[in-house]
């Protein structure tokens, strides 16, 4: 089993720990890839107009001027540098026997982590496009997609926004997406906000679940969630995703 996840773009900065080591995330061979891209940041956080090009608002001056000093900055366990609606939900500090290994973040930055990887408080949307980078999304797939083929084994539950799904196509006939809709009037509407929620009480459910009983099907993904949420499985086919189509109540 694995989950893939976003990153959220408020972060917490850490205010102790140990600076960025490349060479401790996740496929470390990727060392350069992602130094190239802290170094670019780097530079062009630097410029009058690094808003506009980072495609922030003004306010954010101060997380524009941190991204200057990333490789000193300390860094900390991805799971409490990352904040936002889904990141409370999955609450992964309070998890036990987890296997580290089953659940990764994707970022334009670093392109994907563990949520154990140590990492500094970063600003960098995935829309914004680095000069010699441009399309991060096209630029990471060309490097992780022969990682990840051999990395992943098993359902693949994918709560990644579209934006991040570029980064890396799943292998299709064993990947499900989670969609959440809420029943208004009868009818069934999908929602956003709650979405994310939702996402990572699935995400928390299922990683405690595996530690006790191992998850190796989707068919297993969709009664484990069913303890949970009213859950529909869309099966997948050889060319699209499934879903996971939750209703909340």
Request: contains cysteine.
């Given at each position: 089993m694995?989950?893939l ?8 900065a850490?205010?102790h720990?140990?600076?960025l ?8 061979g ?8 802290v ?9 009058g107009n690094?808003?506009?090009?980072l ?5 954010l001056h101060?997380?524009i001027?941190?991204?200057q000093?990333?490789l000193e900055?300390p860094?900390a ?22 296997d580290?290994?089953?659940t ?13 990887d140590?990492?500094?408080s970063?600003r960098?949307?995935a ?5 010699g980078?441009?399309n ?21 539950i994918?709560c ?5 799904r ?8 064993r990947?499900?997406?989670v969609d959440?809709?809420q ?8 929602v956003s ?7 990572g ?12 009983e ?5 068919q ?6 069913g303890?949970?949420y009213?859950?529909?499985?869309v ?10 189509r939750i209703?909340?109540?």
């Amino acid at each position: 089993m694995l989950i893939l996840l976003p990153p959220s773009e408020g972060k917490t900065a850490p205010e102790h720990g140990e600076p960025l080591s490349f060479n401790d995330l996740v496929f470390p061979g990727l060392s350069g890839e992602r130094r190239t891209l802290v170094q670019e940041l780097e530079v062009v956080s630097g410029l009058g107009n690094a808003h506009e090009i980072l495609k922030v608002g003004k306010s954010l001056h101060k997380e524009i001027a941190a991204n200057q000093q990333l490789l000193e900055a300390p860094a900390a366990p991805a799971w409490q540098v990352y904040t936002g609606v889904l990141f409370d939900a999955l609450d992964y500090g309070t998890l036990e026997h987890v296997d580290d290994d089953l659940t990764l973040v994707f970022s334009a930055l670093f392109g994907v982590t563990r949520l154990s990887d140590a990492i500094p408080s970063y600003r960098y949307p995935a829309t914004a496009k680095l000069p010699g980078i441009g399309n991060v999304g096209t630029w990471w797939r060309a490097r992780l997609t022969d990682q990840l083929s051999d990395y992943a084994s098993g359902p693949i539950i994918d709560c990644r926004s579209t934006t991040y799904r570029s980064f890396w196509k799943t292998p299709p006939f064993r990947t499900v997406t989670v969609d959440v809709f809420q029943r208004v009037n009868g009818e069934l509407k999908v929602v956003s906000h709650w979405a994310k929620q939702a996402r990572g009480y699935v995400a928390r459910h299922l990683l405690q679940q595996h530690a006790q009983e191992p998850i190796g099907s989707l068919q297993q993904v969709t009664e484990t969630v069913g303890e949970i949420y009213e859950v529909e499985l869309v099966e997948p086919t050889a060319k699209k995703a499934g879903s996971l189509r939750i209703v909340l109540s």
